[in-house]
Protein backbone atom coordinates (compact mmCIF):
# COMPACT_ATOMS: atom_id res chain seq x y z
CA UNK A 1 0.00 0.00 0.00
CA UNK A 2 2.91 2.35 0.59
CA UNK A 3 4.72 2.18 -2.68
CA UNK A 4 1.04 2.78 -3.89
CA UNK A 5 0.85 6.00 -2.56
CA UNK A 6 4.57 6.99 -3.44
CA UNK A 7 3.96 6.52 -6.66
CA UNK A 8 0.93 8.48 -6.50
CA UNK A 9 2.37 11.32 -5.44
CA UNK A 10 5.75 11.11 -7.30
CA UNK A 11 3.70 11.00 -10.50
CA UNK A 12 1.70 14.02 -8.80
CA UNK A 13 4.70 16.00 -8.26
CA UNK A 14 5.95 15.57 -11.80
CA UNK A 15 2.92 16.68 -13.34
CA UNK A 16 2.73 19.89 -11.29
CA UNK A 17 5.92 20.45 -11.77
CA UNK A 18 5.60 20.28 -15.71
CA UNK A 19 2.18 22.25 -15.25
CA UNK A 20 4.13 24.69 -13.15
CA UNK A 21 6.85 25.07 -16.05
CA UNK A 22 3.86 25.23 -18.70
CA UNK A 23 2.21 28.32 -16.56
CA UNK A 24 5.77 29.91 -16.27
CA UNK A 25 5.98 29.78 -20.46
CA UNK A 26 7.98 32.90 -22.07
CA UNK A 27 6.00 35.80 -21.87
CA UNK A 28 3.57 34.75 -19.49
CA UNK A 29 2.92 37.24 -16.59
CA UNK A 30 5.26 36.10 -13.40
CA UNK A 31 3.30 34.00 -10.81
CA UNK A 32 3.54 33.95 -6.84
CA UNK A 33 4.24 30.95 -5.46
CA UNK A 34 0.56 31.63 -3.14
CA UNK A 35 -1.04 32.29 -6.95
CA UNK A 36 0.63 28.67 -8.36
CA UNK A 37 -0.26 27.12 -5.11
CA UNK A 38 -4.11 27.83 -5.18
CA UNK A 39 -3.95 26.95 -9.03
CA UNK A 40 -2.97 23.45 -8.19
CA UNK A 41 -4.34 22.90 -4.96
CA UNK A 42 -1.44 22.96 -3.07
CA UNK A 43 0.37 25.00 -0.63
CA UNK A 44 2.65 27.84 -1.28
CA UNK A 45 5.99 25.75 0.56
CA UNK A 46 5.10 22.72 -1.52
CA UNK A 47 5.17 25.50 -4.59
CA UNK A 48 8.68 26.30 -3.24
CA UNK A 49 9.99 22.81 -2.86
CA UNK A 50 8.82 22.49 -6.76
CA UNK A 51 10.71 25.36 -8.19
CA UNK A 52 13.82 23.91 -6.24
CA UNK A 53 13.37 20.81 -8.03
CA UNK A 54 13.15 22.36 -11.57
CA UNK A 55 15.69 24.72 -11.16
CA UNK A 56 18.01 21.14 -10.15
CA UNK A 57 17.10 19.59 -13.35
CA UNK A 58 17.94 22.62 -15.12
CA UNK A 59 14.76 24.57 -15.54
CA UNK A 60 15.90 27.90 -16.05
CA UNK A 61 13.16 29.53 -13.17
CA UNK A 62 14.01 33.05 -12.22
CA UNK A 63 12.61 34.90 -8.75
CA UNK A 64 11.64 37.82 -9.52
CA UNK A 65 9.93 40.67 -7.15
CA UNK A 66 6.75 39.72 -8.88
CA UNK A 67 7.19 36.22 -9.08
CA UNK A 68 8.30 33.42 -11.03
CA UNK A 69 9.60 33.47 -14.49
CA UNK A 70 11.29 31.23 -17.05
CA UNK A 71 14.22 33.42 -18.07
CA UNK A 72 14.10 34.16 -21.79
CA UNK A 73 16.96 32.37 -24.47
CA UNK A 74 19.33 35.25 -25.51
CA UNK A 75 17.32 36.72 -28.16
CA UNK A 76 18.67 39.28 -31.30
CA UNK A 77 18.74 43.14 -30.18
CA UNK A 78 18.10 46.10 -32.89
CA UNK A 79 17.19 49.40 -32.10
CA UNK A 80 14.71 51.12 -34.85
CA UNK A 81 14.40 54.85 -34.98
CA UNK A 82 10.76 55.18 -36.57
CA UNK A 83 8.59 58.38 -36.88
CA UNK A 84 4.56 58.16 -37.18
CA UNK A 85 1.51 59.82 -35.71
CA UNK A 86 -0.35 59.16 -32.12
CA UNK A 87 -3.07 57.55 -34.55
CA UNK A 88 -0.37 55.26 -36.08
CA UNK A 89 0.73 54.08 -32.52
CA UNK A 90 -0.87 50.61 -32.18
CA UNK A 91 -0.33 49.79 -36.03
CA UNK A 92 3.50 49.75 -35.71
CA UNK A 93 3.61 48.10 -32.50
CA UNK A 94 1.33 45.51 -34.04
CA UNK A 95 3.44 45.21 -37.04
CA UNK A 96 6.35 44.50 -34.69
CA UNK A 97 4.38 41.87 -32.68
CA UNK A 98 2.93 40.23 -35.64
CA UNK A 99 6.45 39.21 -37.30
CA UNK A 100 7.71 38.14 -33.91
CA UNK A 101 9.20 40.65 -32.55
CA UNK A 102 9.33 42.11 -28.51
CA UNK A 103 8.95 45.98 -28.28
CA UNK A 104 11.39 45.99 -25.17
CA UNK A 105 11.42 49.67 -24.80
CA UNK A 106 10.40 53.51 -26.15
CA UNK A 107 13.31 56.36 -26.28
CA UNK A 108 13.28 59.72 -27.12
CA UNK A 109 16.48 61.87 -27.57
CA UNK A 110 15.16 65.23 -26.09
CA UNK A 111 17.22 68.36 -26.90
CA UNK A 112 16.73 69.94 -23.35
CA UNK A 113 16.32 66.42 -21.32
CA UNK A 114 18.70 64.27 -22.69
CA UNK A 115 17.60 60.89 -23.33
CA UNK A 116 14.48 59.92 -22.05
CA UNK A 117 13.57 55.70 -22.16
CA UNK A 118 10.37 53.70 -20.70
CA UNK A 119 9.90 49.88 -20.63
CA UNK A 120 7.59 48.47 -22.50
CA UNK A 121 7.84 44.60 -23.10
CA UNK A 122 4.97 44.70 -25.59
CA UNK A 123 5.36 41.04 -27.12
CA UNK A 124 1.66 39.91 -27.98
CA UNK A 125 -1.51 41.44 -29.89
CA UNK A 126 -3.35 41.99 -26.05
CA UNK A 127 -0.57 43.81 -24.53
CA UNK A 128 -0.68 46.08 -27.99
CA UNK A 129 -4.32 46.47 -27.43
CA UNK A 130 -3.78 46.88 -23.47
CA UNK A 131 -0.45 49.56 -24.43
CA UNK A 132 -3.28 51.53 -26.55
CA UNK A 133 -6.22 51.61 -24.67
CA UNK A 134 -4.12 53.23 -21.95
CA UNK A 135 -2.75 55.69 -24.27
CA UNK A 136 -6.50 56.56 -25.58
CA UNK A 137 -7.37 56.77 -21.99
CA UNK A 138 -6.23 60.39 -21.80
CA UNK A 139 -3.77 58.96 -18.62
CA UNK A 140 -0.95 59.57 -20.03
CA UNK A 141 0.20 60.67 -24.08
CA UNK A 142 2.98 58.85 -25.70
CA UNK A 143 6.82 60.12 -25.37
CA UNK A 144 7.24 60.36 -29.19
CA UNK A 145 5.36 63.64 -29.01
CA UNK A 146 7.40 65.32 -26.97
CA UNK A 147 9.98 64.65 -30.26
CA UNK A 148 7.15 65.14 -32.93
CA UNK A 149 6.93 61.30 -33.39
CA UNK A 150 10.56 60.74 -33.94
CA UNK A 151 11.57 57.78 -30.92
CA UNK A 152 13.61 54.79 -30.73
CA UNK A 153 12.44 51.32 -30.24
CA UNK A 154 14.80 48.74 -29.00
CA UNK A 155 13.58 45.12 -30.29
CA UNK A 156 13.97 41.95 -29.46
CA UNK A 157 13.18 38.79 -32.07
CA UNK A 158 14.82 35.38 -31.78
CA UNK A 159 17.44 35.74 -34.40
CA UNK A 160 18.54 38.59 -36.96
CA UNK A 161 16.60 37.31 -39.37
CA UNK A 162 13.29 38.28 -38.00
CA UNK A 163 14.85 41.20 -36.88
CA UNK A 164 15.84 42.28 -40.73
CA UNK A 165 11.93 41.42 -41.25
CA UNK A 166 10.47 43.79 -38.98
CA UNK A 167 13.13 46.57 -40.39
CA UNK A 168 11.64 45.70 -43.92
CA UNK A 169 8.17 45.72 -42.71
CA UNK A 170 8.90 49.22 -41.36
CA UNK A 171 10.44 50.56 -43.66
CA UNK A 172 7.44 49.04 -46.12
CA UNK A 173 5.15 51.06 -43.94
CA UNK A 174 6.86 54.43 -43.79
CA UNK A 175 7.39 53.94 -40.12
CA UNK A 176 11.43 53.50 -40.01
CA UNK A 177 13.12 56.51 -40.24
CA UNK A 178 16.98 56.50 -42.50
CA UNK A 179 20.01 58.00 -40.55
Known amino acids: MKNSV???EKADGEARRAG????????AEPQSAG??????GVSRQVIVQD??????????????NRG????????????FKVR?????VGEELELIVRLGGTVKDVSVSHRVYGNIRADLGVQT???VSEFVRSIRSGASRPLMLVTDGYHYHTVTAPDEKTLDEIEKGLKERGFLVTV
Not at 22 to 27: D, E, I, T
Not at 84 to 88: G, I, L, M, V, Y
Open 20 to 27: ILAALRPG
Open 51 to 64: IALLRASGAPVIST
Open 125 to 127: PLQ
Open 6 to 8: AKT
Open 35 to 40: ALGEKF
Open 68 to 79: YVLSSPPRAERV
Open 84 to 88: HTEAE
